[in-house]
């Protein structure tokens, strides 16, 4: 059985506001790709419904965001090449997560999936959450298969789609 890790006393995991943009820029912005800017249209709309952006603090800098579409019919998901069938009105998109890179290893990432369960299952009726793992994101797969996600349908060479089935949902 997997255990989660213990997280730094010092780190904080939230829901984003609108009052947090402009520190996502000055904290998380210097350290985006180009794979990763992309986002930054997705920081614009925190506040309204569908899309729920959760971070990670640690003292009074932000390390880590982990974006969340709680409708993925209304989400980035759909401009891949998934088959728009397979994706139900009940479905959540879990889309990028990223930590600085001094934050890494830190253990953010188990937490904060933990905070994204306990939203879903508190606030909607989310019955499964989808994420693209992309083969090039070390661990990355490993990490959501440990977590309880499973592989959905191979979408592209690099990419797999994964959903979650929650026992509480």
């Known amino acids: 059985p997997y255990t989660l890790p213990k997280l730094d006393d010092s780190i904080i995991i939230r829901i984003a506001v609108k009052s947090d943009i402009d520190q996502i820029k000055n904290d998380i912005y210097p350290f985006l790709t180009e794979k990763e ?23 009074s800098k932000l390390v880590h965001y982990s974006l969340l579409f709680e ?11 998934v088959i728009g069938s397979k994706i139900k009105s009940t479905d959540a998109y879990m889309g990028t997560v990223f930590t600085i890179p001094e934050a890494r290893g830190l253990r953010i990432m188990p937490h904060t999936v933990l905070k994204i369960f306990s939203y879903l ?7 499964r959450i989808l ?13 959501y298969h440990r977590n309880g996600f499973n592989v959905m349908n191979k979408i592209q060479a690099r990419n797999y789609l ?6 509480y949902f």
Do not use: W
């Open 71 to 81: 409708n993925a019919k209304n989400s980035p998901i759909m401009q891949t090449p």
């Open 37 to 59: 800017g992309n986002d930054k249209r997705y920081f614009e709309k925190i506040g309204t419904p569908n899309v729920q952006c959760f971070l990670a603090e640690k003292g």
């Open 162 to 167: 994964y959903f979650f089935r929650n026992k």
């Open 121 to 127: 299952n508190e606030n909607t009726n989310v019955q």
């Open 131 to 143: 994420v693209i793992v992309h083969k090039s994101t070390v661990g990355a797969e490993r990490f």
